[in-house]
Structure formats: C-alpha cells, structure tokens
T-cell receptor
Framework: EAGVVQSPRYKIIEKKQPVAFWCNPI?????LYWYRQNLGQGPELLIR????????DSQLPKDRFSAERLKGVDSTLKIQPAELGDSAVYLC???????????FGPGTRLLVL | SQKIEQNSEALNIQEGKTATLTCNYT??????LQWYRQDPGRGPVFLLL?????KEKRKERLKVTFDTTLKQSLFHITASQPADSATYLC???????????FGQGTELSVKP
C-alpha cells in the first residue's frame, strides 16, 4: 500500500512570493490533515478535511493561507504571500473515519528568504 | 490553555538500557494518548495508542503507561538499540473529532 505522498519535498522562495504544496492521501482515507511543524516543535494542525469538507480550519491563518480538496482525494495548501515566519515543515496526514491513527507523509520543507 | 510538555532535554542512553520518556499535560482530558516516532527529514510514524481507561499498553520492546490523575504518560523502550535513536512525540486526542495535540518531542540518542 502506498503511503501519503507529498510534493515538493523542498521549496525555497523569497518573501512575498506564493507557494503551494500538494498531498495525495492513502487510498480510501477520507480524512486529510495539514500540519505545520516548526523546528524543535511538534506538528500543529492547520486544517482537517472530512472528504471535501473542511471541518476544522480554526488554526489556519486565513489572511494568507488557503486549502482545497475539491474531489475529496488529493489536497493543495497555498500560502500567498509567504512571510519569513512561514519557514517550517508542512506535513500532510490521512486516516479513515473512526480510526485514531494518523499516517503522515514525508513533509515539504519550506524556506522563506 | 491546553499544554503538553515532554522531556525538554535530549535523552542520551547506552545501548541495552531502558529509555523512559515523559509526557505531561494540563487543561485537557484526552480520550486517548498516542506516541509517534519521527526520524530526521521524515513524517511521524505511529507507535502506540492508550485510552483513558487503560493503565498500560505493551508492544514488543515498547511500553506506555497513562495516569489520568497525574495527567502523565510514560513511554519506555527496553533493551534499547542505536536504531531506536529518533525524536518521540506524544499526542493527545479524542475530544475534538480527529484533532491531535502534539508535544514538542523528545530526542533520544542510543549509543553503542
């Protein structure tokens, strides 16, 4: 079984530029999560989807961050414009309904210069 | 506000010894607690889940305890090996849908 796929693995941009991350969850996993992990910290939830519906986006900075999961499968997280403080690892995870275990992708490491 | 604290210092132990990692929390009543392992450049990998009505859970060389009175979980790796070197994250969940709240992680280094 293929795991959670994320791309790109690394991204370096200048501040004020836009950036997008893509995630393809494990097949059959209806729940998709986007996390941000700062250096030396644990992951922090940004948004959670159940199929195509965002059921928890309370921690998403909506002035510059947006996300979509149009067909309830893969998802895109966008930042526009990026700020220096957005440098972090962006992790995607997925799970099936009622399953507490989350399966994480390798993450996208973002560096904003 | 909800707060989770793990061993702030990195843990260095000798191969063959038992590693014990601590996870303390406040202002939260989780239905379950999970432990994940994270290697550099990789995403977290699930290890164990323990529910609020369970005191202890074991899996091979791993053991987790959960004390809801003390608001603490202990994670033990017995007969530790250099391959166990990684960052270990505890995560609380169960009261807000599938949302997990992670601690900052403890870096474990096992020396041969």
């Amino acid at each position: 079984e293929a795991g959670v796929v994320q791309s790109p693995r690394y991204k370096i941009i200048e501040k004020k530029q836009p950036v997008a991350f893509w995630c393809n969850p494990i097949s059959g996993h209806n729940t998709l999560y986007w996390y941000r992990q700062n250096l030396g910290q644990g992951p922090e939830l940004l948004i959670r989807y159940e199929n195509e519906e965002a059921v928890d986006d309370s921690q998403l900075p909506k002035d510059r961050f947006s996300a979509e999961r149009l067909k309830g499968v893969d998802s895109t997280l966008k930042i526009q414009p990026a700020e220096l403080g957005d440098s972090a690892v962006y992790l995607c995870a997925s799970s099936t309904p009622g399953q507490e275990t989350q399966y994480f992708g390798p993450g996208t490491r973002l560096l904003v210069l | 506000s909800q707060k989770i604290e793990q061993n702030s210092e990195a843990l260095n132990i000798q191969e063959g010894k038992t590693a014990t990692l601590t996870c303390n929390y406040t202002n939260y009543s989780p239905a379950y607690l999970q432990w994940y392992r994270q290697d550099p450049g990789r995403g977290p990998v699930f290890l164990l889940l323990i529910r609020e009505n369970e005191k202890e859970k074991r899996k091979e060389r791993l053991k987790v305890t959960f004390d809801t009175t003390l608001k603490q979980s202990l994670f033990h790796i017995t007969a530790s090996q250099p391959a166990d070197s990684a960052t270990y994250l505890c995560a609380l969940g169960g009261n807000q849908g599938g949302k997990l709240i992670f601690g900052q992680g403890t870096e474990l280094s096992v020396k041969p």
